[in-house]
């Protein structure tokens, strides 16, 4: 038997050694051979493996009955709000949404230049609580489009959007983690690690920002009758930039505070005995969850809120005076992440033209997808997430053939869009993209102008099989 | 019933009788999605997961066109993003992850038909086993069993059963050469 088959087997199963792998690892990279050796005793694995039989029948219709809601109580119903609901279930009157029927809003966001102008239907004022959530799906264009919307402009649980996170994030939802991807929508009850290697930057509608520190965690809540959206602290430190709040505020919460927002710029840090606010402008009032004592905190003040020191706003930079030690966990980096560029392409998404929602397992749309016509739409395009949400121009270079499109207007897709008058809602072409490989680039420019500064371009590589 | 009528029964509210959807299809999913990540509990989970996205988007599927090569398209793109995840995390021994995604990027009909002689040829090879490596394979990937247990039940030791199982898997690696190359 070769040295390769021997390390391959005991790496098959898990007998290696880390200079086994390492010897293992050397030989395929340097031995052609080698390579074809191993990866044919990988396949033989593969295939000896799919003769064994499973079932996972009822494991996967609990996890759609997380989705669907097929049966009463309160556990069912928790889980719900934790997923995404399918398309179709919404405004099929096949149940009664979890929201209630309170949540049917309209809350698309007017657009730039001449769209921004369109009138859009009115919300009601009772629905005020659902506000929040369906203009934060809006605020993304083209996220907006895949998860916002079902036909007819219902709001959805998706409350932000993840701007940009490290390769290790994490985001578990309904009991499962799943790896946490920049341009992903994240819903009520999802609880999101930022990773070790950088910060996640998690954006609202109303433009509000979170930025969760490295290795810290938190969960995004549902906004309540005494807040329009709410974050959930539950490990290392964040920071937050808060748009001005209309009505209710956004609410902050620690294992030891609360924190009342109403447009600010903000930092906070929990460890396992203490939460310590340090506010950069505006005000935030803090209450302290041991006792519900609460104070105001202005821009340039502390607080620490723990159960054995009093809860004074301190003037920062005055951290000695403090009674006991202030937090061990340090300040929220204020640098951007770098994964994701300050003006450019955040992701690709493929569209559904007959109803422009986003296509699920294509939405971020991965280099080097394969899109099987016979298994997709029949009407497909593509759109962008920028960052910011509006640039001045975009190009798409398409197959090596520079500006096949010019984009100035949101959404930016690959084929021409409009506004249907009669739902208000925007509409795509199909493309004309054919069977085959493809290459997409998108370019986002400052401005409409022939010298103007190009951001963060973006490249996607897919093959369109019938 | 059919899948087709079943599905439109699952689009009329029925939610329940997805299950048979599952139930009839997920031997297909499961075989693309173990074969390339070897790992049980990992397969399990996007298997169910293929189906979960499929119920999502069901309302996008055309009834005339097949529900196994849809969901089949659904499984591998969550194991390429599997595996581009792997990737991220370690860039170690990453030539079968390469391989598999190119496998995967030459299209869906390519790798049904390599599926399919892979596991036509695995058959033929298996029934020329001797009786002890047959058993052995049995004990190790359809039983999902340790080799302290396969060793205790065949009566060898552990070390003895390994070198088994290895000269089983060589020999039906040169069987399945010798029978694609003749197909």
Not at chain 1, 223 to 247: E, F, P
Not at chain 1, 289 to 296: E, Q
Not at chain 1, 445 to 466: M, Q
Not at chain 2, 145 to 153: L, P, Y
Request: hydrophobic share 40%; glycine share 6%.
């Amino acid at each position: 038997m070769s040295r390769v088959s021997e390390l391959t087997f005991l790496l098959l199963d898990g007998a290696t050694d880390d200079a086994e792998r390492r010897e293992l690892e050397r030989l395929v990279v340097d031995e052609a051979a080698a390579a074809r050796e191993h990866i044919a005793l990988m396949e033989l694995e593969g295939a000896l493996l799919a003769e064994q039989r499973v079932d996972v029948t009822r494991e996967t219709m609990q996890r759609i009955a997380d989705v669907a809601g097929s049966t009463t109580g309160q556990r069912v119903m928790d889980r719900i709000k934790q997923q995404p609901r399918p398309a179709w279930k919404k405004n099929s009157g096949i149940q009664k949404p979890v929201t209630g029927s309170s949540a049917r809003v309209s809350g698309m966001q007017p657009k730039v230049s001449a769209r921004r102008s369109r009138a859009r239907r009115a919300t009601p004022a009772s629905f005020a609580p659902w506000i929040g959530i369906a203009a934060a799906v809006a605020l993304i264009v083209g996220v907006a489009l895949f998860f916002s919307r079902s036909q007819n402009g219902n709001a959805t649980e998706a409350v932000a959007t993840l701007i940009s996170a490290a390769s290790d994030a994490r985001i578990v939802r309904g009991g499962r983690s799943i790896s946490a991807e920049a341009g992903e929508g994240l819903f009520a009850n999802d609880q999101l690690s930022a990773g070790s290697a950088g910060v996640a930057r998690i954006e609202y509608a109303d433009g509000s920002m979170v930025e969760l520190a490295a290795k810290a965690s938190a969960n995004l809540l549902d906004g309540d009758a005494n807040a329009s959206k709410q974050v959930k602290l539950t490990n290392g430190a964040l920071s937050a930039r808060v748009a001005k709040q209309s009505g209710k505020p956004f609410v902050l919460s620690t294992p030891h505070a609360t924190a009342t927002v109403i447009g600010t710029q903000f930092e906070l840090a929990v460890d396992a005995g203490s939460t310590r606010l340090d506010v950069n402008e505006g005000r935030v009032r803090i209450e302290r969850a041991s006792d519900a004592k609460s104070v105001i905190v202005d821009g340039g003040f502390f607080v620490v809120a723990s159960a054995n020191q009093d809860l004074v706003a301190r003037k920062i930079g005055s951290d000695a005076v403090v009674v006991t030690p202030p937090v061990v966990t340090p300040p929220v980096p204020t640098v951007v992440e770098p994964a994701v560029p300050a003006f450019g392409i955040v992701a690709f998404h493929l569209v559904d033209t007959s109803n422009s929602q986003p296509i699920r397992g294509f939405s971020p749309l991965q280099d080097g997808a394969v899109l099987e016509l016979r298994a997709l739409p029949k009407g497909l395009t593509l759109t962008v997430v920028t960052n910011p949400k509006e640039v001045g121009k975009i190009i798409f270079d398409v197959d090596g053939k520079k500006s096949f499109k010019d984009e100035v207007d949101p959404p930016y897709s690959l084929s021409a869009n409009w506004i249907d008058k009669t739902t208000g809602q925007d509409r795509f072409n199909p493309w004309t993209l054919g069977v085959g490989k493809h290459t997409v680039t998108a370019t986002p420019y400052e401005s409409n102008k022939a010298n103007a500064k190009a951001g963060a371009a973006l490249t996607v590589r897919f093959e369109i099989v019938k | 019933m059919d899948t087709a009528s079943i599905l439109q029964r699952v689009l009329k509210g029925e939610t329940d009788a997805y299950a048979s959807v599952v139930a009839q299809h997920q031997t297909a999913v499961w075989r693309v999605v173990v074969s390339i990540l070897h790992d049980h509990e990992k397969s399990r989970e996007l298997v169910e997961q293929a189906f979960v996205e499929a119920y999502l988007s069901l309302d996008q599927f055309d009834s005339s066109r097949d529900f196994t090569l849809w969901v089949k398209g659904i499984a591998r793109n969550l194991v390429r993003e599997e595996l581009r995840r792997k990737t991220r995390e370690s860039k170690r021994l990453e030539v079968y992850r390469e391989h598999v995604l190119a496998r995967l990027n030459a299209g869906e009909e390519e790798e049904n038909a390599r599926e399919d002689e892979l596991r036509a040829s695995l058959a033929r090879c298996r029934e020329k086993l001797p009786e002890q490596s047959a058993r052995v394979l049995n004990l190790r990937y359809q039983q999902n069993k340790g080799f302290d247990e396969i060793a205790t039940e065949i009566g060898r030791t552990v070390d003895a059963t390994r070198q088994l199982l290895q000269r089983t898997r060589v020999g039906l690696k040169e069987c399945i050469d010798r029978s694609m190359a003749q197909a």
